[in-house]
């Protein structure tokens, strides 16, 4: 028995086969001689050099892009230094609630990087009102509001889907689902679904946190309290659901989140967000 040159899972490799010696050495001489001939194709490997070297630029740049999108929103949240981590734990609340609805991994990725920036609106409030001790006046209460509609313009007709989710969020994330929520009175579903997590992690998050008019509550104080919003400030669907993952937004909740932390989490190989 001889043996022959036949390709083996893609390689050239040698067999056995019933041939006589003579007839093997011809085949395993024009097997060779039709390799060697083959030049090899440097055209190709330029190529894909080129395409690896583009994708590392494109998720750098795309690094880059979460990266001055979260400092923006920083810039924000120092207006209202009694925020703290505020902005990075929003992120990670309405990312655990949108992996517990089962929304779709890209949609995700743009909630998480986009909800950061729900406030961005509050760079152009007075400093005298955002950092106001007691109560607000009703005209000053009107002006507060306006940040919704400030951060919707900053990212208007943006061609970005991670900008415009952040516009849309920054636009309806104190709208209620019972329709008393402003600017636009919205009412149930007719509330993006973005909008409609980050309502309800941003009330989680003001009430665990202390600020210059109230003292933080305890966890449970404030997952009780999320519980009377359900139909009326929030989506009864989304509060069963926050409540199902208590132990996930625990986690959060002691978590002490950075935006160095934050960033070094970026996974360049998740789907793009569109940015």
């Given at each position: 028995m001889g043996y022959r040159l036949w390709p083996v899972k893609g390689n050239m490799g040698y067999i056995p086969g019933r041939s006589s010696k003579k007839e093997t050495a011809k085949e395993e001489t024009g097997a060779l001689e039709a390799i060697e001939s083959k030049p090899v194709d440097l055209d190709l490997l330029k190529l894909k050099k080129a395409y690896e070297d583009l994708e590392e630029t494109h998720r750098q740049l795309r690094e880059s892009h979460i990266e001055m999108i979260l400092r923006l929103a920083l810039a924000a949240e120092c207006k209202d230094p009694d925020t703290g981590g505020h902005i990075l734990r929003i992120s990670d609340y309405a990312t655990e609630a949108a992996k517990a609805i089962g929304m779709a991994p890209d949609q995700i990725e743009i909630l998480r990087y986009a909800s950061p920036m729900h406030d961005i609106g509050k760079i152009g409030i007075p400093d005298r009102i955002l950092q106001k001790p007691g109560k607000l006046t009703p005209e000053e209460w009107e002006i507060m509001k306006q940040h919704t509609v400030i951060g919707?313009?900053?990212?208007?007709?943006?061609?970005?889907?991670?900008?415009?989710?952040?516009?849309?969020?920054?636009?309806?994330?104190?709208?209620?689902?019972?329709?008393?929520?402003?600017?636009?009175?919205?009412?149930?579903?007719?509330?993006?679904?973005?909008?409609?997590?980050?309502?309800?992690?941003?009330?989680?998050?003001?009430?665990?946190?202390?600020?210059?008019?109230?003292?933080?509550?305890?966890?449970?104080?404030?997952?009780?309290y999320i519980l009377t919003l359900s139909g009326n400030h929030l989506d009864p669907k989304l509060v069963k659901v926050f409540h199902q993952i208590e132990k996930k937004v625990r986690r959060v909740y002691e978590a002490n989140v950075t935006i160095e932390n934050f960033i070094a989490d970026f996974k360049p190989n998740v789907p793009d967000p569109g940015i």
């Open positions: 919707a313009r900053m990212f208007l007709n943006s061609r970005s889907p991670l900008l415009g989710a952040a516009g849309q969020i920054a636009q309806t994330h104190h709208e209620k689902f019972d329709g008393t929520g402003y600017p636009n009175a919205m009412r149930g579903e007719a509330i993006p679904i973005y909008g409609r997590i980050v309502a309800m992690v941003d009330v989680f998050d003001a009430i665990v946190s202390k600020r210059c008019y109230k003292e933080k509550w305890s966890f449970k104080k404030a997952m009780d």
